[in-house]
């Protein structure tokens, strides 16, 4: 079958497109003709390497995905039929620990994500645990659908299970522009949140405001803009949330913007992830830091729902085809998008 891979660690350039086998599945699995996939920033820390990751070479990259059904494992019971549209969770517990039994499959010592330590979506056929499949509705159309998953799951946790946030708070999204962004943008909204956003152009802010943002902040015109937020914006109150997935370059303003009580959740640092804290901010306003990493099964389960039926709508910024893999990787790592960057297979 005709896949998007790596045969060796190293650069975008590595990533090859050409025939690999196509997978086999177990008697837990289902396999799907992929019909659209879309891009992660795994897909580049993938593509690099780290100490720790031994792939098995050629290693397709992908981790979101919509398609058909082409073919279902022996003992799948759940009511899946040859032909069903659907979308994948992309988080893979091993399904038998105690962590996964509870339903916490991303606290699994053995849990991964899809393109990550196994064969992604970046195919024309993928394999995933059942269990890792929901069906979609004819009418919901197969980009939006691989635009959704990993965003909305981690969006979801991040603001939901995680800070717990509340009709009415001050949510602060620090440097927008990726699909979680618009999806926590959304997800505040949904809670009746005022959301303020950062974000690096004026092509950005636009764009967050179209997507509902109540207000958008362009930090390059405007670097001190935390002065703005605290006195005109909270009314010398403060931030109730922040979504602070930036690190090193944000974290110290994250925290000097809380109001005493505030919470601030993170689920990764794209400017990287050391920050010489004020530790006495933190004890003396009483604050409270989550960590938050993709999602359970149950979670994902109730977001998709919400997707599926209109209440969120996945942001789509380009689509690239299958044999453009290398120009859609290098437009992510350039930051230039805004939503989702989507692969046609
Ligand atoms: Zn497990």
């Not at 909204?189 to 152009?201: G, H, L, Q």
Request: hydrophobic share 40%; proline share 3%; with cysteine.
């Amino acid at each position: 079958m005709k896949a998007g891979y790596i045969e060796n660690h190293g650069s975008v350039e590595n990533i090859k497109i050409g025939d690999v086998d196509t997978p086999k599945i177990g008697n837990l699995d289902i396999l799907i003709k992929t019909e659209f996939a879309a891009l992660n920033h795994l897909d580049l820390f993938v593509v690099q390497g780290w100490p720790g990751l031994n792939l098995k070479m050629p290693h397709v990259l992908g981790s979101d995905g919509s398609g058909t059904i082409k073919e279902i494992g022996s003992d799948v019971n759940t009511g899946f039929n040859v032909g069903d549209r659907v979308l994948i969770n992309p988080g893979i517990g091993c399904g038998q620990c105690s962590h996964c039994l509870s339903g916490r499959q991303n606290f699994c010592s053995k849990f991964s994500i899809l393109g990550e330590n196994q064969n992604g979506t970046y195919a024309e056929y993928v394999k995933v645990p059942s269990s890792n499949v929901i069906k979609i509705p004819d009418s919901y159309p197969f980009d939006k659908a691989a635009a959704a998953p990993l965003t909305f799951l981690t969006a979801w946790r991040m603001l939901v299970t995680q800070a717990q946030i509340k009709s009415g708070e001050y949510v602060l999204i620090q440097g927008a522009s990726g699909g979680v962004a618009t999806a926590v943008i959304q997800i505040a909204n949904f809670f009746n949140a005022t959301t303020i956003v950062t974000t690096s152009s004026e092509e950005k802010v636009a764009k967050a405001k179209e997507i509902g943002a109540d207000h958008v902040i362009n930090y390059k015109q405007n670097p001190k803009y935390a002065k703005e937020v605290f006195k005109e914006l909270t009314k010398k109150n403060g931030i109730d949330l922040v979504v602070d997935s930036v690190g090193t370059a944000t974290f110290n303003t994250s925290l000097k913007l809380l109001r005493p009580g505030g919470r601030l959740v993170t689920c990764g640092a794209t400017t990287g992830p050391k920050a010489d804290l004020n530790i006495s901010a933190i004890f003396w306003k009483q604050l409270k830091i989550f960590g938050s990493t993709m999602s359970n099964n149950q979670e994902f389960q109730d977001v998709m729902k919400l997707v599926l039926n209109g209440k969120f709508s996945p942001v789509i910024d380009k689509v690239f085809k299958l044999e453009e893999l290398q120009d859609a990787e290098r437009y992510l790592g350039e930051a230039k998008q805004f939503g989702k960057v989507l692969i046609k297979i």
